[in-house]
């Protein structure tokens, strides 16, 4: 493996579920040589997540719990990251929740919960991460977590596309924000990736009696991937990984699809 990103410090929230994004792309991160902040409201996820990482790969990993919807949890994060790796070179937002309804079950609550997460959790991780970077003065990279729901919407997951869009939405304001300090913001966006929250999502299926038996969502949400197969969180790490490196320094504002080619425009 390459040391692409040998002494890169680099936070990674929602990364404490050991079968998520998160967790996958820390890995495939620290193989490349990046110090990772495992970061997660689940606090012994993280840690396990981190010294497992630790243990395989020797690379300087830290455990922090945090709840991206709380500025002053977030503001405590990149402190901490700060203070154990001197700095912080790449922010990924990856930390994210989904949910099925229908569309005219459509709850405010619901609503309210997925966008809190994945939008305005986003927001705050953006903006703290920019100011760090800002005061830093040596530029950086910021990487948000869409889906392919940004790009196209889905009547079972209203809400979850919308939170999407915003994320893409947020980004290029964010990309254009913060050009002039040599801080790059893109997105990346999977597809159907073969997670605890897919898993979750098939089992949700099932108990509301739109499936037949376990297997059977994530089968029927996988059909028709041209790649012919759903990802799984290591298929991710390269576009992660170009991203965060100087490789992408002339990219800005993108919103990268990694699905197998279920959405091309």
Same mark, same amino acid.
């Given at each position: 493996m390459s040391n692409q990103l040998k002494g890169k410090n680099i936070i990674i929230t929602g990364a404490g579920s050991a079968t998520g994004i998160g967790a996958g792309l820390a890995f495939g991160l620290a193989e490349r040589g990046a110090?990772? /902040?495992?970061? &997660?409201?689940?606090?012994?996820? +993280?840690?396990?997540? /981190? /010294? &497992?990482?630790?243990?395989? *790969?020797?690379? #300087? =990993?830290? +455990?922090?719990?945090?709840d991206v919807t709380q500025r002053a949890e977030m503001q405590e994060m990149v402190k901490s990251t700060v203070s154990a790796f001197g700095q912080l070179d790449v922010m990924i937002n990856n930390a994210g929740i989904i949910e099925h309804s229908a569309? @005219?079950?459509?709850?405010? @609550?619901?609503? $309210?919960?997925?966008?809190?997460?994945? !939008?305005? %959790? =986003?927001?705050?991780?953006? $903006? #703290? +991460? !920019?100011? $760090?970077m800002i005061t830093q003065g040596r530029g950086g990279k910021i990487i948000n977590m869409s889906s392919i729901a940004s790009r196209q919407s889905f009547p079972a997951f209203a809400h979850y596309c919308a939170s999407k869009w915003a994320v893409a939405a947020l980004s290029q304001a964010a990309a254009r924000q913060f050009a002039e300090h040599k801080i790059n913001v893109n997105c990346m966006g999977p597809g159907i990736v073969k997670t605890a929250m897919l898993d979750g999502l098939d089992r949700e299926f099932l108990s509301k009696g739109l =499936?037949?038996? *376990?297997? &059977?969502?994530?089968? &029927? @949400?996988? /059909? %028709?991937?041209?790649?012919?197969?759903?990802?799984?969180?290591?298929? *991710?790490? %390269?576009t992660a990984a170009f991203l965060a490196s100087p490789d992408s320094d002339y990219m800005t504002g993108q919103n990268i699809l990694c699905d197998g080619g279920m959405v091309m425009l």
């Open positions: 110090n990772i /902040a495992i970061c &997660d409201v689940n606090e012994e996820g +993280a840690r396990k997540v /981190a /010294a &497992d990482i630790s243990e395989k *790969l020797g690379v #300087e =990993t830290i +455990a922090i719990k945090v569309f @005219l079950e459509l709850t405010e @609550l619901s609503w $309210q919960k997925l966008m809190n997460v994945n !939008a305005m %959790g =986003t927001m705050i991780g953006i $903006q #703290e +991460a !920019a100011k $760090q =499936t037949k038996e *376990l297997g &059977d969502a994530i089968h &029927d @949400l996988s /059909a %028709g991937i041209p790649l012919g197969r759903y990802s799984l969180p290591s298929d *991710l790490v %390269g």
